[in-house]
């Protein structure tokens, strides 16, 4: 039985492209996104929506290869963590969105074959260094991804309504 799993899995899902609570998901936000916006810092201390998006990926990878191999390989100080826009433009906004859609549905596949037993059981965590329930890891994904549509949405209504110098 898988319940609980199945449970994480809607709650991915709904993030990204169901009826929440919070009002708007990621397909939503991200409808409209183009080249030319995607990788637009509003205010100078503010990430871009390509930013964001890549480093959303990163931590999906990153859970995926804990939930595969019991181990992470990466921390929050990795470069890749925050890729800067001159390194994402390369790629192109189509790209990052891809790598960004499929690595969700990897996470699903994944998961859809656990059981519930799964989120009790342990992984390393390079990042907090120690030992954690899957349960965390995943718990924890769910709360970044709403972090940062939180914070994309913001970043998209400064596109739309840009402040005026000196940005108060």
Known sequence: MNSCVQNIIRQLKDVQNGNIWIGSNYDKKLEGIDQSKAFIRPLPNLHSTAEIISHLTF??????????????????????????????????????????????????????????????????????????????????????????????????KLLDHPPSPPYG
């Open 59 to 156: 931590w999906r990878k990153e859970t995926i290869l804990k939930i595969k191999t019991g181990m992470g390989s990466k921390t929050d100080a990795c470069e890749e963590n925050w890729l800067p826009n001159e390194t994402l433009s390369k790629k192109g906004w189509v790209v990052l969105k891809s790598e960004y859609d499929e690595s969700l549905t990897t996470l699903i596949k994944l998961l859809d074959k656990k059981a519930d037993s799964f989120l009790s059981q342990e992984y390393y965590d390079t990042d907090f260094r120690g030992y954690y329930p899957y349960q965390f890891l995943l718990t924890g994904m769910i709360q970044h991804d709403v972090y940062h549509l939180g914070q994309l949405g913001l970043i998209l």
